[in-house]
C-alpha cells in the first residue's frame, strides 16, 4: 500500500518542482500582460512670413520745346500668419493571456495573444505581439505592456455601431470641399 501511494504521488508531480517558479520561459508556455497604454502627444506650429516691395522710376525727357515727365511709384506688401495645434490622447487598459511562440538566440520569448469579445452583434478583437525578456516576467507569471520590446497591440471592433459611427461617401465629399 505504502508503494502504491508513493508510485500516485510520482505519477502526478513528476513534473512539479517545489522550488521553481512558474514563469514562462519555454515554447507553448503562457504569460499573463497587464496591459497598460496610455499616450499623449501634442504638436503646435507657428508659421509667419511677410514681404515688401517698394517700386519707384522716373522718366524725363527735354527736346526741345517739349517737356514731357513721368514718374512712377509703387508700394506694396504682404504679410501672412499661421498657427495650429494638434492633440491625441488614448488609454488602453486590459489583461491578456499570451503564448509564447518563440525563443530568440538571445533567450527572449516572442508572445502574442488574441482575444475577442462578441457582445450583441459587436465584435471586438485584440491582437498583441511582442518580445519579452525573462527578467522582466515577474514571479507570479505577469509581465507589464511597458516591458514587451516591439510591441504591436491591434484593436479592431465589427458590428451596427461601427457601421454607424463610418463616414458616409456624402460626408467625406462635403468635408474635403468645405
Do not use: C
Not at 511677410?50 to 514718374?71: E, L, Q, R, T
Not at 459587436?122 to 505592456?145: A, Q, R, W, Y
Request: zero cysteines.
Amino acid at each position: 500500500m505504502k508503494y502504491l501511494f508513493l508510485l500516485i504521488l510520482s505519477t502526478y508531480t513528476q513534473d512539479l518542482n517545489l522550488f521553481s517558479d512558474l514563469k514562462a520561459k519555454k515554447v507553448g508556455d503562457t504569460v499573463n500582460v497587464i496591459i497598460v497604454e496610455n499616450i499623449k502627444a501634442s504638436h503646435q506650429s507657428q508659421a509667419a512670413s511677410s514681404s515688401m516691395s517698394d517700386i519707384k522710376g522716373s522718366v524725363s525727357a527735354n527736346i526741345i520745346s517739349f517737356n514731357p515727365s513721368y514718374s512712377l511709384e509703387q508700394k506694396g506688401s504682404v504679410s501672412s500668419k499661421g498657427g495650429g495645434t494638434i492633440e491625441s490622447a488614448s488609454v488602453f487598459v486590459g489583461k491578456l493571456t499570451a503564448i509564447v511562440e518563440e525563443l530568440t538566440k538571445e533567450g527572449n520569448l516572442k508572445i502574442s495573444a488574441k482575444q475577442l469579445i462578441n457582445i450583441d452583434g459587436e465584435e471586438k478583437m485584440i491582437n498583441l505581439t511582442g518580445i519579452v525578456s525573462p527578467k522582466d516576467i515577474s514571479s507570479n507569471n505577469t509581465v507589464f505592456s511597458s516591458n514587451i520590446y516591439d510591441l504591436k497591440i491591434n484593436y479592431e471592433s465589427k458590428g451596427v455601431i461601427k457601421k454607424r459611427q463610418k463616414r458616409s461617401i456624402l460626408n467625406l465629399l462635403l468635408g474635403w470641399l468645405f
